[in-house]
């Protein structure tokens, strides 16, 4: 079997897409793994580290207004489909895989007029232009939500499929007990915290955490912290970092990114992070008691709905970025550490949203449908 993958730009595109494929890699040993993404994105980072070859394929979004940067936008949407083709003609795919983003719409649109079987993953529940372009092209659709389908339309509803999310095998390969011996914390800290503000960043949740650090988390030796400030905003949260004097507390690490996230999740007594669909189906496989802070930057904001369904059954704590002021994380978080049958019910109520069979319904209808393909080819 050979696999092509994209979907890139952000973590919440390719942690789905290194999902699948990790899964189609241990369902169908001896299989050829590749992916697509773009020069800049966070895929450069992420993909490499998986073992997989990474092909580039330039394309970018518009912006709302007449600039230099649409005009290169649509000559890259005009010459990315044709760069396409030459690459699938090179690697012969038997599937093609998108998970959203800019880069998967000339691949995936090139694959379907060469009639090479093709799937798209939409994990929010609005669903992305990349996959709003594609709908029409694709073979199949994959969805996490019932209002993926409704916004998409009738007309594609044969091609869509509720299936979940994907997720890396790691996340339910590890439990809290084994990713804690691992991670060296067993005997040494009582408690872990967890957070971080996406894969890019984002500047109020770094100002929070390294308040929380400062005077919280320094304070008790007991807890462990470990924040991830995102690419973007590292430098200047590593510069408060040193102002604080907190490189100096053992307990306490800033990194850029968390590559390792399934172990770091599964140890976490409590995880502070954005609420983007693929970080709730994580959270929900391990049953995590969290505190989630929806990104004010996504379409139709996505994010807050999908916060607010899990804060109105008990399941998360959710607070906007604009409520973040005066400590309020600070003195919840600590009430959160002093009460376990707290974080023991939310822990409970949020493993009620988790879909553990989403890896496994993806994977075989994505053999089917190649072997669909194959058929009538």
Known sequence: MRVLV?????GGHVNPALAIAGNIRDNCPGSTIAFVGTSHGIENKLVPKEGYKLYHVEVQGFKRKLTPYNIK?????????????KLLREFKPDLV????????????????GMKIPTAVHESNAIPGVAVRMLARYVDRIYVNFDATADALGEAYAPKIKKVGNPIKSEFSSLDYASARRRLGIDGKYKYFILSCGGSMGAEKINDEMLALMRDYTSKHPEILHIHAT?????????AKFEEYGL?????????????????KMSAADIVVNRAGAMTLSELALLGKC?????????????????????????AALLFEEKELSGGILTDEISRLIADGSRRKQMSENIRKFALPDANRAIYDDLM??????????
């Not at 998108?98 to 000339?106: C, I």
């Not at 995102?230 to 590593?238: H, Q, V």
């Not at 490189?247 to 172990?263: F, R, V």
Request: proline letters at 5%; a positive charge.
């Open 97 to 112: 895989i998108g998970t959203g983003g800019y880069v998967s719409w000339p691949l995936l649109k090139a694959a379907a």
């Open 73 to 85: 936008s649509a000559w890259l949407a005009f010459t990315s489909p044709m760069k396409a083709k």
């Open 290 to 314: 969290c505190i989630l802070i929806p990104s004010p930057h996504v379409t139709d904001n996505h994010q807050y709905k999908n916060a607010k369904v899990l804060a109105d059954a008990g």
């Open 230 to 238: 995102g690419a973007i905003e590292y430098e200047a949260a590593r």
């Open 6 to 10: 994209t979907g890139g730009g952000t």
């Open 368 to 377: 089917l449908l190649a072997g669909q393909k194959k058929r009538r080819g």
């Open 247 to 263: 490189s100096k507390y053992e307990n306490i690490q800033l990194l850029e990114y968390i590559y390792d996230m399934p172990l």
